[in-house]
């Protein structure tokens, strides 16, 4: 069990963390020679049954408020403390603000320097702190009055925090990994190290497929050992605070904020959407652009804060928010985080996060305010219906991941909502509420049938043309995917690289068969270079809107394909031309150049394939060069 301290400026966290382990947290000489705690400090008490305190020690300076957030982010237990001849004083209060916006639920009171208060000073003491706590989660948590110097109520409070630490429920370590670093420094023979709490997961130093990385910077990193609670360890999880010493990285190039986590565990956005709760003694409101130092993890950031329930958020209110930074940084769904004013002297308010990567338009429509109450509802009860009916394209595997910080494997679905298959090995699942997705796939279908109505000789819709027509803002893998699940469960058929309805089909009287073997007979035997349709009707001796309405029925059919107008291509040849165009190396796509000199042709006639390609949706150019799309599904099979 992690306990942090906190209270005013020398209350005696100091000394009574010493009391209670035997250790000076003060370890800076600055610190020990004007008698204060300057920065995070830690201690650690190692109790039978594997049971391990540890004890965050923060200063309690009102200049030092970002180090006290820096330290109580991540801890279990809040151990509050107030001196009895002082009392409650302004830092009691805005700690005592900044533990319950960061979500914390469990704590005791400590009342110290008790030689030190008259007994009327003390009773004084206790009546503020009734009144101070009334309406907090340390409202009815137990009080200790002790005298650190002394060891008095030392016992007591110490066998309580072993009972608690007993009684405390088992971290789950089924999450990704993440560490947020709160210091770097460098040991000599050892090199780097770095300190900080587990938020999620668990990494075995064994296990080779753990992989973390430095973040936001996406550094590799490789861990050549831990120390977890102050004891060497072969693994490190949630709830433990670690240290890592870790290789190919120099201290220099990590910053207190930075995360240690799993490679899958963040998407750094300098757009973050948060529920935002403001301190009811603000003076003004909360409005757009206006400049925040933010605390989230170890991190202390600048942001500008945009609400999004309103164009402001009175005192004492709670809403949608949108962080906006300088820089990309990581979060995850159910973070909590602390703002504080421009000028770093008040804190105004706290919540967590939503969504970890927000948009930069339209982040105040309904329909976005509808999902982040509805992600926000998620966080609070764990319900996945709901949040998928406010899904239009579903949740992918690795946001899915992401929100529920844990495998998805081990997730239970509910009935209402449906597992998508990747239509290629490089695009991920994507859990979808069942009705949005059947609803997509009829979409689909009746865009198709007002295609065929209208264009009624033409084989069907390419892909990309089909996407526009039907919804252009779709995800490119879920497309795909939706087309997949189409044409396997016969739904729609595929002919090359078109999609049509099973009942839009065309046939052949007897002669239309025996000429239409002449005309693809002559595309055959024309290979890239295929005669135009003026040219066969020439050769055939047949009027050419004959020839071509009967070609229009053969590219129906998927047996010719129209390169230009009047310019048909056998389909044996444009599947040639595909896998031609497949076999340049990856990503460096072919010129127009090389593809004349490959097939001998014109440069005109190479330029108009190159064009049917792209125009079919199966290449791309770029500057000089076409390059294949990728995760098309044309010529695949």
Not at 165 to 173: G, L, N, P, V
Request: glycine share 6%.
């Amino acid at each position: 069990m992690i306990i942090g301290t906190a209270g005013h400026i020398d209350h005696g966290k100091t000394a009574l963390v010493r009391a209670l382990t035997g250790i000076n947290t003060d370890r800076l000489k600055d610190e020990q020679t004007r008698g204060i705690t300057i920065s995070l400090g830690y201690a650690y008490r190692h109790l039978a049954q594997d049971i391990t305190l540890g004890f965050v020690d923060v200063p309690g300076h009102e200049g030092l408020i970002h180090t006290m957030v820096a330290g109580a982010t991540g801890i279990d237990f809040a151990m509050l403390v107030v001196a009895a001849d002082d009392g409650v004083m302004p830092q009691t209060l805005e700690h005592i603000a900044i533990l319950s916006l960061l979500g914390l639920t469990q704590g005791c009171v400590v009342i110290t320097k008790q030689d030190k208060a008259q007994p009327e000073q003390l009773a004084q003491t206790l009546a503020q702190l009734s009144q101070t706590l009334a309406h907090t989660f340390l409202a009815d948590s137990p009080q200790f009055i002790v005298d650190s110097l002394s060891g008095s109520g030392i016992a007591a409070l110490s066998d309580f925090l072993q009972l608690q630490a007993q009684q405390q429920e088992a971290i789950s370590r089924s999450g990704l990994f993440r560490l947020a670093i709160d210091r770097a420094f460098t040991l000599s023979g050892q090199g780097t190290v770095v300190t900080g709490t587990v938020h999620g997961g668990a990494f075995e130093l064994k296990n080779p497929n753990s992989k973390l990385r430095l973040m936001p910077a996406n550094t590799p990193i490789r861990v050549r050992s831990i120390h977890a609670q102050n004891q060497p360890s072969l693994s490190a999880h949630a709830g433990q605070r670690c240290a890592l010493n870790i290789a190919n990285i120099a201290k220099d190039a990590i910053n207190n904020g930075d995360w240690l986590a799993d490679e899958r565990c963040f998407t750094p956005s300098t757009r973050i959407d948060v529920q935002l709760q403001l301190l009811s003694n603000l003076a003004q409101p909360l409005t757009t652009w206006m400049p925040v130092h933010v605390h989230l993890g170890a991190a202390h950031l600048m942001a500008h804060v945009v609400p999004l329930s309103a164009e402001s958020l009175p005192s004492g209110e709670q809403g949608f928010a949108q962080l906006v930074f300088d820089g990309p940084q990581c979060a995850m769904p159910g973070d909590r985080f602390i703002i504080r004013n421009a000028q770093a002297k008040q804190t105004l308010g706290g919540g967590h996060v939503l969504d970890a990567n927000g948009p930069d338009r339209k982040r105040r429509t309904p329909a976005r305010l509808a999902w982040l109450s509805t992600v926000a509802s998620y966080l609070k009860d764990q319900q996945l219906s709901p949040l998928l009916a406010q899904a239009p394209h579903g949740i992918s595997e690795p946001d899915l991941r992401r929100l529920i910080d844990g495998e998805v494997e081990q997730l239970v679905i509910p009935d209402t909502a449906i597992w998508i298959k990747p239509a290629t090995n490089k695009q991920v699942a994507v859990l979808m509420d069942k009705v949005r997705w059947e609803n997509l796939l009829i979409q689909i279908e009746s865009t198709l049938e007002q295609a065929h109505q209208r264009y009624p000789d033409e084989p069907g819709m390419g892909a990309d043309r089909l996407r526009r027509m039907t919804n252009h803002a779709l995800p490119l893998s879920l497309w795909q995917s939706a087309l997949q699940a189409l044409v396997q469960t016969q739904r729609l058929k595929r002919q090359g690289a078109w999609y049509h309805l099973p009942e839009h089909t065309v046939s052949l009287s007897e002669q239309e068969q025996q000429l239409a073997e002449q005309i693809l007979h002559l595309a055959h035997q024309g290979q890239y270079d295929p005669p135009w349709v003026r040219d066969i009707a020439s050769f055939l001796e047949i009027p050419e809107p004959e020839i071509r309405q009967l070609g229009r029925k053969l590219v129906q059919q998927g047996k010719l394909y129209q390169v230009q107008p009047d310019l048909l291509y056998h389909h044996q040849h444009i599947e040639q031309l595909a896998q031609l165009m497949r076999q340049q190396p990856q990503n460096q796509g072919i010129k127009a150049a090389e593809l004349r000199d490959q097939l001998a042709l014109g440069r005109k006639r190479t330029l108009q394939i190159l064009e049917f390609f792209q125009r079919i949706g199966y290449s791309r150019r770029l500057q000089d060069r076409h390059v294949i799309r990728p995760d098309n599904l044309l010529f695949t099979s």
